[in-house]
């Protein structure tokens, strides 16, 4: 007899949950504890936007429109969090980055945006506490600053009204623009500008007195490492701007495309440093000198946290360490291979990266990788894919890793290929499932054994899949029938899911309705909270990873009088769209029901009750007034209560 496996809701239901109980639970936390977002190119800038006292932060970036991130803590312990979308209504190609001034002198912040359009003057016709941004056409047309620029303001001359730094975009220059109006109505043109210096190909300008003596110094990032520091050792009403790069020394060393923001983010009266990066990630240095000699110390709790490999992140999961819980592998834009030690335990991951050990894996760029004991030596072995099609079998030596070149070299899958090892075919050695550039996956079989692999191609396993275009496929038992489906991201971001129908590939498309998932996305699925079914990882395009939580199904044991149970619950199909097949078997006469409980909302409905003798039956059950969603189907006999998951596509 066998023994019952059924599934249990270890939910509690939040009033948030949607009753179409969508399984995918997003839990940014695991990747990115600290909450604040990682985007390509960020240029984090500040103002208190809300007039409660503390400085909030506008990230602009080369994905969205700015992001506004409330400060919910206070001027001295400040606590970050995405608040509302104020600027939901501006076009993107307006706003890259914006900075915030009060160029109409009515006592609240407008927004002063570069993007691709050039300067943009969104006016605030809100209120100081409550804002809301309108765009003035023309307001910027007399100056030429071509496209991207990022401008600035301070009162440098004295005159009481704002002028302007610019940087520029593809030649690196910086000018300022005095404004030739006044602090009601500001006026800019090309005639009333000068140039200050040219910092490389891209300028990023921000004013701040940072010696303490009064008036407006200037620090600019580039597109090189580091930043230009522009000391004022003029006056407060004519200034005089030299270069003086000792202050900064060293920082911005080991990051690309350096943006900065200089504020006072935690009230101590001094200046902190915290800029964005070409990959995203933020930086912040604390500033633990005085208010005219800065000294910079690295602050990682503010910011710190967030996983961004820099682009094309390609997560895959495995037990490198042996120590049961599951590591993170990952391939990234520029070809390396990163390693993520699970530092946590098997409920709750926390990362730790370690990839020195991996860096002879790498062969091209945008890389991915399939970890796994291709010849059962103990010692988890690396088959890598990259722009190229190819595929490359690192064997793992112990302590190090050994190119075999031999291996793998009659497979060519065009371009990206993306690799995964597993055992397909149930013959206890790894076979190699890989997507390719053309949308399109392949079956590499281990025509050899578990201790001597011999991969070979064989044509039409998975005839009829096509994502379209750059398919990294992710295998796993999503329905617990036994065998290994499919869930495969593409090029545009876009999720399928195929299940295994005894070798033929059903796709079922709203598996993944209402999932928002980047560029290039690249699933991954693995049981990261220790629960029994498999949870999804997501890599992407911007280098960054997001986590979904399975939340509906657990596996335990529902055995309610501790006998060996004969009912043999089956659904067939499942997913299902109509008409279901309720597989069970009684060993006595009994009165049976079934019902379905949504696993949303654990609304119950009653859909068929009867009295049965013994034997082994098989129950048509119409779905079709049944909407679609995450159930348990429940069958109740004189001997308990059986479950399984439903899915109703």
């Not at 290994?484 to 993944?512: I, S």
């Not at 199904?553 to 997913?575: A, I, R, Y």
């Amino acid at each position: 007899m066998k023994n019952i496996y059924v599934l249990i809701l270890g939910i509690i239901l939040l009033s948030q949950i949607n009753t179409q109980a969508q399984p995918w639970l997003q839990n940014n936390q695991l990747f990115n504890p600290g909450g604040i977002p990682s985007l390509p190119f960020s240029q984090p800038r500040f103002c208190d936007l809300d007039n409660d006292g503390d400085l909030d932060m506008i990230l602009g970036n080369t994905s969205t429109q700015p992001l506004y991130l409330e400060n919910t803590g206070s001027s001295t312990s400040p606590s970050l969090q995405l608040g509302a979308s104020i600027f939901a209504m501006v076009d993107p190609l307006d706003a890259e980055m914006a900075v915030f001034a009060d160029l109409d002198n009515d006592a609240d912040y407008d927004m002063i945006a570069g993007g691709f359009t050039g300067i943009n003057l969104y006016e605030n016709t809100g209120s100081v506490d409550n804002p809301y941004f309108e765009k003035v056409t023309g307001f910027f047309s007399d100056v030429v600053v071509g496209n991207n620029p990022v401008p600035a303001f301070a009162d440098i001359d004295g005159d009481n009204d704002l002028d302007m730094a610019v940087g520029f975009s593809e030649n690196g220059m910086v000018k300022i623009y005095e404004n030739t109006g006044s602090s009601e109505m500001a006026v800019f043109n090309e005639g009333d500008s000068r140039e200050l210096g040219d910092v490389g190909l891209f300028a990023y300008p921000i004013f701040c007195d940072l010696d303490a003596d009064l008036d407006a110094d200037l620090l600019v990032g580039k597109d090189t490492y580091g930043f230009v520091y522009y000391q004022n050792n003029g006056t407060t009403t004519q200034p005089n701007f030299e270069t003086n790069n000792g202050v900064i020394a060293g920082l911005g060393a080991d990051t690309y495309w350096n943006s900065p923001a200089l504020v006072d983010i935690n009230g101590d009266q001094t200046f902190d440093l915290i800029y964005g990066t070409s990959s995203g990630p933020l930086k912040y240095f604390e500033n633990t000198g005085s208010e005219t000699t800065p000294s910079w110390t690295e602050n990682t709790t503010l910011f710190g946290g967030v996983i961004d490999v820099g682009g094309a992140s390609n997560p895959v999961f495995y037990d490198f360490d042996n120590d049961m819980d599951l590591d993170m592998f990952t391939g990234t834009q520029m070809g390396d291979i990163k390693y993520f030690e699970n530092t946590g335990n098997p409920f709750g991951p926390s990362w730790q990266e370690n990839s020195t050990p991996f860096a002879s894996l790498k062969h091209s760029i945008y890389s991915a990788v399939a970890i796994g004991d291709v010849n059962n030596d103990g010692n988890a072995d690396a088959i890598v894919g990259d722009l190229s099609g190819k595929l490359y079998y690192h064997r793992n030596a112990g302590l190090f890793f050994v190119f075999e070149s031999t291996f793998l070299t009659n497979i060519n899958l065009g371009g990206w290929s993306a690799p995964r090892l597993v055992d397909f075919d149930g013959d206890l050695d790894l076979d190699i499932i890989a997507g390719a550039e053309n949308g399109t996956i392949s079956y590499i079989e281990n025509q050899g054994n578990a201790e001597n692999p011999n991969w070979n191609l064989v044509s039409g396993v998975f005839a009829g899949i096509d994502v379209g275009s750059n398919c990294v496929p992710s295998p796993a038992d999503l329905d617990f029938d036994s065998d290994l489906d499919l869930v495969c991201g593409d090029l545009f971001g876009d999720l399928a899911y195929y299940e295994n129908a005894g070798g033929q590939w059903t796709e079922h498309m709203n598996f993944f309705l209402g999932m928002s998932v980047d560029q290039n996305a690249t699933p991954a699925l693995a049981d990261l909270d220790n629960d029994g079914d498999p949870d999804l990882a997501i890599g992407e395009y911007a280098g960054t990873f997001s986590y979904y939580q399975n939340r509906i199904m657990v596996l335990g044991n529902q055995n309610p009088d501790n006998s060996d149970p004969e009912e043999n619950l089956q659904v067939f199909p499942n997913p299902a769209s109509q008409l279901i097949m309720v597989n069970f078997s009684l060993t006595e006469s009994s009165e049976i029901s079934i019902k379905l409980i949504d696993a949303g909302t654990s609304r119950e409905t009653n859909i068929y009750s009867a009295f049965f003798n013994s034997g082994a039956y098989q129950l048509p059950i119409d779905l079709t007034t049944v909407k679609p969603g995450f159930y348990i189907l429940s069958l109740k006999t004189n001997r308990g209560t059986f479950n399984i998951k439903l899915i109703r596509i």
